[in-house]
């Protein structure tokens, strides 16, 4: 503990000096990631404690999370401010609630809610939905969007549209859900975590004694990852703070990756026009990351666009120099995961037997959906590397896994009785054949989040069906289960320390010695319902948020296809072009790779393929079914209708004759990108994504006769079958 206030100054650089001795009115620190923000606000809380401005019980410091708020209270008690209050907005707001709450209102506290979840089942129930445990973490999460926004649920609908965001299902439905949900927590006199904010906000602003009370307790506030404050919790503060200007925020607008929960950068960014007279600090000398590490965090971030780009750091790293970033690129997605887990192998192996001694603990393996940590998982324990799995569900934990396994374990013991399995052509067209009676469909769903997650987690499962029956051409759906159960027990093993698998978005607030950033492709990172330059600008930040997680070593790598002899046809994320060996510009797409890439085991050339632009209106295609189409979704389409019918009518027949589901000749959007198209020679139609080298070669003539009007070849030699000899013949 330091023994004066002058002492507490000591280690602090001279940005960080400038935070802690800003004792008085509004100061806004900028600080980027690993400069020492949590070390530069404690230590002006303790300076100013110790000083004699400050009294312990009259500060309150915010953050966002449990583990954040206990961190910053051990470090304050360490510089002798014991008795400093550090919580969440939540926890901070629901202590006052409790205090106040037979003050202004009467009686007991309502029950809170330690899961709304279970009460929001029940009000879809009441309002006849039935929504699956996907679909009800969709609903829960919109309800908890609109009340951190202060949306009522009847302006929900128009709210969304307003605000730009893409609505996992119907907004009117979800109002209802809403509406009804609202009412279940009046009747049982419960409130949950959103209602402890404007609870608190509504006591606060009703009752201007309650509100004079609080000020005097608290008289000096800090908010750390002010980027990340909500509409509601920015009422909260500025009812707390009253006309008083002792407030410090903290943030970095370049980490802003929590916009779909309401978060927004815009309360940090205006701060100084809120508060003219405010002291601007900016932090910007990285202790965290190697000088190479924070070339390519500075590169990335200096091809932003937007507002947030516009107060963008330049980090400047005070670490030795470590080793360059590695780029590799690889074949499929199992080699991909082999490759590093043979890397990471590598670094856990001590010096002197060759390799760099980094504990499991210090690596790191961050990706961007949950969906993709499985094949990780199993590379990992193929590998005999130890692995934990951080803010997610372990693979064959995830509920919607669970219920596909017992799904296919039940059609393994009924065999040829399970009609489920009619018409399925090979292993996995068995396992996509039960797993669609569970309600998983080939075409991804509309939108975002947990149904998006679900649909991933189940396509992996037939992914793994896929290699498995490639691997064993006659194995059986029982093996196939067998095998799953050989996975699940493998994955299970316990681990005391083990390599961190962990999406982007979890790992925020985090650092290892070594991170390997993986499925760097454009569909997954920018995510392909990425769609408004807004949206693909936060996928950046999330990017940016992932490579400045390491302190030293650092591996960005993609896969050119998903699986062994798939179609190479994946691009590097669009985030790397300019920074990657060999890439150029931003905006300009190279062949893919070379400059010094490794190309991993198995790597291919790529033929050279740049964004996909809508023919209609011009603009850049993320989503997959535009980019087939080669338009926005909204853009009008000049498909010929007959055409389309007339295809349809062919795939069913073809279908059903090769014994496949009709989506496994081609799918509804190929077969409209055709209608559209009507090409006219093999080359126009081999162009059209979705028609690969081998459906052309088994489809192409007869789409081709079709698209000409004419009949197509096979049906004509399936009626010269069906003729007598004599009359074939002729």
Known sequence: MPDSADAVLDGLDPEQRAVATTLHGPVC???????????????????????????PATVLAVTFTQRAAGEMRGRLRQLGAAGVQARTFHAAALRQLQYFWPRAVGGEVPRLLERKVTLVAEAAA???????????????????????????????????????????????????????????????????????????????ADRPDIAETVRRQY????????QDVSPL??????????????????????????????????????????????????????????????HLANGLLAQARGRAAEHRLELISQRPPGPEPEYSEHADEPAEAEAVAARIARLLAPPEQGGAGVPASEIAILYRTNAQSEIYEQALADAGVPYQLRGAERFFERAEIRQAVLALRGAARAGGNDHA????????????????????????????????????SLRALVRLAEDFGRARPEATLGEFVGELDERTAAQHAPTVEGVTLASLHTAKGLEWDAVFLVGLTDGMLPISHAKTPEQVEEERRLLYVGVTRARQHLSLSWALARSPGGRAGRRPSRFLDGLRPGSGR??????????????????????????????????????????????????????????????????????????????????????????????????????????GPHKLAQFGADVLALCAGEEPPSASAQAREELPEEAAEK
């Open 29 to 55: 620190v900028l600080a980027g990631a690993g400069t020492g923000k949590t070390r530069a606000i404690t230590h002006r809380i303790a300076y100013g404690v110790r000083a004699g401005v400050y009294q």
């Open 126 to 204: 009441r309002s006849r939905l039935r929504l699956e445990r996907a679909a009800l973490r969709d609903v829960t999460g919109e309800i908890e969007w609109a009340k951190v926004t202060q949306t009522v649920p009847d302006d929900y609908p128009a709210a969304v549209v307003k605000a730009g965001r893409e609505a996992p299902r119907d907004p009117a439905e979800t109002a209802l859900v809403y509406a009804t949900y609202e009412q279940l927590k009046r009747d049982r006199n419960a409130i949950d975590f959103e209602d402890v904010l404007l609870l608190t906000v509504g006591i606060l």
């Open 219 to 226: 008289q000096h506030f800090v908010v750390d990852e002010y």
């Open 233 to 294: 919790q920015q009422r909260l503060l500025t009812l707390w703070l009253g006309e008083r200007d002792s407030l410090c925020v903290v943030g970095d607008a370049s980490q802003t990756i929590y916009s779909f929960t309401g978060a927004t950068p815009d309360h940090l960014l205006n701060f100084r026009a809120r508060h003219p007279q405010a002291t601007l600090v900016k932090l910007v000398r990285d202790y965290r990351s190697s000088p190479q590490v924070v």
């Open 421 to 456: 399995l009619d018409g399925a052509d090979g292993l996995a067209g068995q396992v996509g054949a039960v797993l669609g009676s569970t309600g998983w469909t080939p075409d991804p769903p509309a939108g975002s989040g947990a149904v998006r997650e679900r649909w991933e």
């Open 586 to 691: 931003p905006g300009e797409r190279s062949a893919g790779g070379g400059g010094g890439v490794d190309r991993g085991s198995g790597g291919r050339q790529r033929r050279p393929r740049g964004p996909v632009q809508c023919r209609v209106c011009g603009r850049t295609l993320t989503e997959a079914p535009e980019v087939k189409l080669r338009r926005c979704a909204e853009c009008p389409s000049s498909m010929d209708e007959a055409l389309y019918e007339r295809l349809r009518e062919w795939r069913l027949e073809r279908a059903r004759e090769l014994g496949r589901p009709a989506y496994a000749v081609f799918t509804d959007v190929t077969l409209m990108a055709i209608a559209e198209e009507v090409p006219e020679a093999e080359s126009a139609l081999a162009r059209i994504s979705g028609v």
